[in-house]
């Protein structure tokens, strides 16, 4: 069974930079077109969409709120999806997850498949 796991979250000054990491099982790596993706859940809001990349043509997705701040990159030979964060600010305070489908980007949480358990990231003013 395919998992994942993040890692690489804390707490940060506003303006400052994280990098989360998420090792993910082979077998989501090994498999072409599958798509990894990192969302993020403040509380008592809905998990939302943060960015993606696609395994086999590297094409990337971003949210307008994180789009040029945010970078999300893969090491097929570690098998690990990164989060690289950059000028970070406290509304980017939430439990960052990792996630993986099968085919296309897509930014509903629905359709994807697998889940890791998530790493908090918290900005302060």
């Known amino acids: 069974q395919a998992q994942l796991g993040e890692s690489g979250g804390g707490l940060v000054q506003a303006g400052g930079s994280l990098r989360l990491s998420c090792a993910a099982s082979?077998?989501?790596?090994?498999?072409?077109?599958?798509?990894m993706a990192w969302f993020r859940q403040a509380p008592g809001k809905e998990r939302e969409f943060v960015a993606a990349i696609r395994s086999f043509t590297s094409s990337t997705a971003y949210s307008d709120s994180v789009k040029g701040r945010f970078t999300i990159s893969r090491d097929s030979a570690k098998s690990t999806l990164y989060l690289q964060m950059n000028n970070l600010k406290p509304e980017d305070t939430a439990a960052y997850y990792c996630?993986?489908?099968?085919?296309?980007?897509?930014?509903?949480?629905?359709?994807?498949?697998?889940w890791g358990q998530g790493t908090q990231v918290t900005v302060s003013s």
């Open positions: 082979g077998r989501i790596f090994s498999t072409v077109g599958m798509t």
């Open positions: 996630a993986a489908k099968s085919g296309d980007i897509l930014t509903s949480t629905s359709t994807y498949e697998y």
